[in-house]
Every structure is written in C-alpha cells, then in structure tokens.
C-alpha cells in the first residue's frame, strides 16, 4: 500500500519562515493596497453623513454586493481552520451546517427582511421593542448579542487567525493581530456599511480564487476523488501508544461513516434529527435575527435586491463543502501523523495544544503545497476572511450599541454625536478583543467549528423562539417574550457552565460531566431549548393582556399588508426627541484641517437641510416600501425555488 504520509512532512526549522520571499510579500502588500483603495472608493462615492448613510449604506446596495457580503461576513478565518479541522477528525457531515443556510436564506428574504423593513428598523433589537413596546427586552438583546459578538464570533476568528500567522509567518500573534485590527477598524470606522459591504465583495473574489488553487494542488496530489475517498479511510497515525497507554482504535481511526451527512441519531456525531431541525433553529437565529446578516438585507435599495442577494449567498454557501471541508480532509492524509495525532505529547509539540492537531489542517497544507507568490495570495484569503468578518461584526456591534444602548442614556443625542460615539465603541470593542486572545489561547476547544455551535446552541435558541413568535403568533405580548428571553437564557447557561467546568474532554481522555447535563447532543439541546422557551412565551402570553392591532400593523405577519397608520408602543425614540440639534454647531468658514477631519469621518460640513412634513412623510415612505416590479419578482421566486431544489439534491446525494 501507498503510504499516506507526505515526505514534506519533515519536521521544519524552527527559525525557517514560510513567507518569508520577495514573491509572497510582494503579493500580501499589493492585497492590502488595492482593499484599502476600494474602502476609500467607497467613503467618497457614499453618503455616511447620517446614521441612514453610515449604518444602511442610504439603502442603495444592488444585490450581487449584498449577496458576496452576507457570503463574506459569515465566512470567516474561523471557517477556514474549523471547518477544515472538524472534517479531518469526523468527515463530511459539517459541511452540512454550510448547505443548511441554503434553505435558511430563503426564509431571510422571504419572510422575515419585508417584516423588517416595513416595520421601518435599523436594528433588531430596535424591531423588538416597536412589536412589543418597552426596553428591557431591546437592551437585554443589544447586551447578549454584544457578549456573543466578543465570546464566539471576534474570538473564534482572532485565535483561527493566529494559527495561521503563527504557521505561516512565526512572529508575535499579538504584533500581527494589532497590525490587521488597526487596518479592519480604519475603514470600519471611517467608511460605514457601504466600505465594509464593498471591501466584503473584493474579499468574496480573492477568498473563492485562492480556495480553488488550493483545491486544485489538493486533489492534484492525492489522485482525484476517488482514491482521495480510499486514502481517507486509511489514514491512521503510526504514534498511538505512550508508556503503558495503548490508546482506544477509535480515538485515531476514520469514522466509517466519514462520507455520509446523515448519522446514526443516538450514536452519530452529528445526528440527523439535530442536523435538521437542531440546525434549522441555530441557522435562524444567525441568518434571521442577527444583526451583522440582516442589516446587509435592510441596506437593499427593493425587495427583488434582498431575494437575489440571498439567492447569490445560498449559492455561495455550496462552495465551502469543496472548498474547505474537502481540504480538511485531504491534509489528514498527506499529513497524517501531524494532523491525526493523538498522543498528548506528541500533539503538544507539533501545535501546541495536548487534545489534538486538527485546527492546522488547512494552513498545513497551504504551506506545505502552495508555491511562492501563490501561499502569500492563500496568507490573503485568511486575511480577507479574518477581517470581513471583523468588519462586519464590528460595523454591527457599533450600530446595536449606538442605537438600543447609547441613546437611553444620551436621550437628546445628535446624529454627529451618535456616529461619533459608535466610532470610539469600536475602539472598545478591539480593546476588549486584544485583551481576551490570551484567554483563548489557554482555553482552546479540540475542534474550534464544535466549540462555536455548542456555545450559540446555549445562547441563541431563545432568541430564535421570540423573534419566530414575535412574527408569525400575533397574541404573543411583551411579557411572554421577557420571560421566554429570561428562563431561555438560565437554562441555556446552567448547561454552558456544566460544560466549561468539567470540561469538554477528548477521545483519549473524556470529561466526567455527567450524563443528565452533558449526554445530550448541543444540536438535540437546541430543540429542547427552544421548544422550551416557546412554551413559556405562549404560556405567559395567553396569561396576560394582548397587545391591540392598532400597535401591530405592518409588525406581524397576519397584518403585514395593513394600510392603516400604526400608533408605535411609548414611542419616544431618539428621532422624535431630536428636536433641537445645538451640538456643534459652528458659525463661519471651518477650517482645511477641519473639512478634512469632517471628510474622513463622514461629517457633514453643512447642517443638513430641515424637511418638510411632506419630505419626511415621502422618505419614511421610501425606506418602508416592498413593493417589486412583477417581471422581477418573479425572476427571484423561480430562483428561490431552483436553490431549494438544490438543496435537497445536495443533502440527498450525500446523505
């Protein structure tokens, strides 16, 4: 038999530095160059002198930027390592979590974006409080979405990140990681939603062309498909034994199931009951009531932009399958006693953590196989993908903090006020972000894609509960989904903290939580917790007053068509208070210095012009209009039904 191991393998010098040629730089250079142009570009062509401008790029985005972004902010380098890494231990099935948005998206555009948009928000949490009318519940989604934003979605990438620059470059994590947030955060800051969606859309084009060299050199090595299915099942490491421990043949064997996504559904990995429906709630929650996904959609200058932007992104998320799970896979068998390893020691000296190797699996082999000049262009992608999603979630971030928290304590704030506040939470946040990597660093997961389900499988399914309710059940009142939100939250901790505290454990050596806590599957716990929250939101509902249609027109979907004027729950938002603006407001000419700080920030030199009645009336009119040309809109129906076609084929082919 063919040995499966590659002679690459070799351990490296330890002072040798992959990129470390005129080729590869020169590449990473001309990459930084050319996506801080685009987001120049962008800041002057857009309008970011108003929250509108800044947070919703003035709803002007035509849906092939729109589609590369949504692709873009969920793809990150976090993708990459997990995805990668979890289908060299365990197979096909978590290219599964990619194929379910397929589905998924569908529902975005469909169903929940023209319930967002006539409801005339910005942000979801601010969609919560016009349904149910108070702000404990938009404060304590704005506060829970921010924690999960630091603690799953910036962490996750940082450390995935770092992997791959501590491979590929061997310097300091931390020198690099202040280098690439300094560059995310400038044009984050500087140029709103419209750089971060165009710079999203440079980055979808260099993370899919390097993914398919990679792919290509990948396949090219291993002999195609079908011997790449035969080797896969032998790639057993030579090392699994240490003193008197002859570790369990399952620890280190290829799963037999390995190529199929539908699994046992109580021994399987992933079992198929949680990969559909467990999935399904989880995908809602992200593709559905997350601020980074939908404020992409609210920024679409109709309803036709939205579907097709949805429909290019469920296209998109075909790709990671091929581009990313297959290569996971394919490391482990060019370099299987570095990736498969699973003595301790052995793990702890080729990467650093005892549990296992697996999160090297795709920078390996983007070092190991790609030639000069091609391994800076693939050093990029990771980039690209590290700060798309960086951007996107510190873009988002800003607008939930400036909107839903900042202005309940600045009631009266100005608009200049607002955009420069939710400029200097950035700041905070990547402070914030530096400051947890240690953390991280000492409390890494076996498989990072696991660690970052489990988590949103504690957090999200409440979420997912009160917003399906919120839309769909119109009895549903405030104090259902308070509650629903509260209970939701406790049971979802008390499982999370089981967890961390005994551990997640290894193959080799498994945590002794117990079987009550942490015997159920995170995706089967998904639909506990949901289900559970469901309950105790229509339980308290139907037990308190129910909220009169004239405060839900346009809000639900039984009244989404209604034509009558809605009289908002204490409507006292910051617009209507937003009477006087004396925030510096200066007499004369302003300075050069001065327009050219006002330029970069996107301030407005000029107050702008004060609107009529009628002009209000005429905007509101425009940004809360669904309406599609009917040639159009059936364009986008056909194809919306083609991509769930697809779907199921995918899911049925592989099953």
């Known amino acids: 038999m063919e040995t499966t191991q590659s002679p690459t393998t070799a351990p490296p010098d330890k002072n040798t530095i992959p990129i470390n040629n005129p080729a590869d730089i020169s590449v990473i250079v001309v990459y930084f160059v050319v996506v801080l142009a685009v987001g120049l570009w962008a800041m002057v062509r857009t309008s970011r002198g108003t929250v509108g401008g800044f947070f919703l790029a003035g709803r002007s985005m035509v849906w092939w930027p729109i589609g590369a972004s949504l692709f873009a902010s969920n793809i990150g380098s976090g993708h990459f390592v997990g995805l990668a890494g979890t289908a060299a231990a365990g197979g096909i099935v978590i290219g599964g979590f990619e194929w379910n948005a397929l589905v998924i998206v569908v529902f975005l555009g469909w169903v929940f974006v023209p319930i967002y948009v006539k409801a005339g928000v910005v942000t979801m949490p601010e969609y919560l409080r016009k349904r149910f009318g108070g ?343 405030e104090q259902g989904a308070f509650w629903g939100l509260i209970i939701g939250l406790l049971i979802g901790l008390s499982r999370m903290i089981a967890e961390f505290a005994y551990g997640t454990g290894s193959c080799v050596a498994p945590s002794n939580c117990p079987k009550i806590i942490c015997g159920v599957h995170y995706l089967y716990f998904a639909i506990i917790l949901f289900t559970a929250t469901s309950i105790i939101v229509l339980a308290v509902s139907f037990m308190t007053k129910p909220i009169p249609d004239k405060h839900l027109y346009r809000l639900c979907w039984s009244l989404r068509n209604s034509t009558e004027e809605r009289e908002d729950l204490d409507a006292n938002d910051w617009v209507e208070e937003q009477e006087e603006d004396n925030f510096d407001e200066e007499q004369g000419e302003a300075s050069c210095w001065k327009k050219a700080y006002n330029w970069f920030c996107g301030f407005e030199d000029k107050k702008a012009p004060k609107l009529s009645k009628e002009e209000m009336a005429a905007l509101e009119a425009k940004m809360t209009d669904t309406s599609e040309k009917p040639l159009w809109r059936n364009v986008v129906n056909i194809n919306g039904i083609i991509l769930l076609s697809v779907a199921v084929f995918c899911h049925a082919y592989f099953a």
């Open 135 to 477: 702000d404990r519940i938009r404060i304590y989604l704005s506060v829970l979405s921010l924690l999960l934003y630091v603690f799953t979605k910036i962490s996750a990438d940082m450390y995935s990140g770092a992997i791959f620059i501590q491979q590929a470059m061997k310097i300091n994590i931390y020198i690099a990681i202040v280098m690439l947030l300094l560059i995310t955060a400038l044009y984050t800051v500087t140029g709103g939603l419209a750089a971060v969606i165009y710079t999203d859309t440079l980055q979808t084009i260099i993370m899919l062309v390097g993914s398919f060299i990679l792919v290509g050199f990948a396949f090219n090595k291993v002999g195609g498909y079908e011997e790449f299915v035969a080797k896969y099942m032998q790639a057993i490491p030579s090392n699994v034994s240490y003193g008197n421990v002859v570790i369990p043949e399952k620890c280190y064997t290829p799963r037999a199931d390995a190529f199929h996504l539908f699994r046992d559904p109580i021994t399987g990995d992933m079992p198929w009951p949680g990969l559909i429906f467990g999935l399904t709630i989880l995908a809602l929650w992200y593709w559905c009531t997350d601020q980074v996904i939908v404020q992409r959609c609210l920024s679409a200058k109709n309803m036709s932009h939205v579907k097709a932007g949805c429909i290019l992104c469920g296209y998109l998320k075909l790709l990671p399958m091929f581009l990313m799970v297959f290569p996971g896979m394919i490391s482990r068998i060019l370099y299987t006693d570095d990736v498969a390893c699973v003595v301790p020691a052995e793990c702890k000296r080729i990467c650093d953590t005892e549990i296992g190797c697996t999160n090297i699996a795709y920078p390996k082999m983007v070092i190991e196989l790609m030639p000069d000049g091609l391994r800076g262009l693939m050093l990029s992608v990771m980039l690209a993908s590290l700060m798309s999603s960086l951007t996107s979630i510190f873009n988002s971030a800003s607008t939930l903090f400036t909107m839903d928290i900042y202005t309940k304590i600045r009631k009266k704030a100005s608009e200049k006020e607002l955009m420069i506040a939710g400029r200097v939470f950035i700041i905070f946040l990547i402070g914030v972000s530096i400051a947890w990597v240690p953390i991280l660093q000492s409390a890494q997961s076996g498989q990072l894609f696991d660690y970052i389900q489990s988590v949103t499988s504690y957090l999200g399914p409440p979420i997912a509960s009160v917003f399906f309710l919120a839309i769909f059940v119109k009895r549903v009142n």
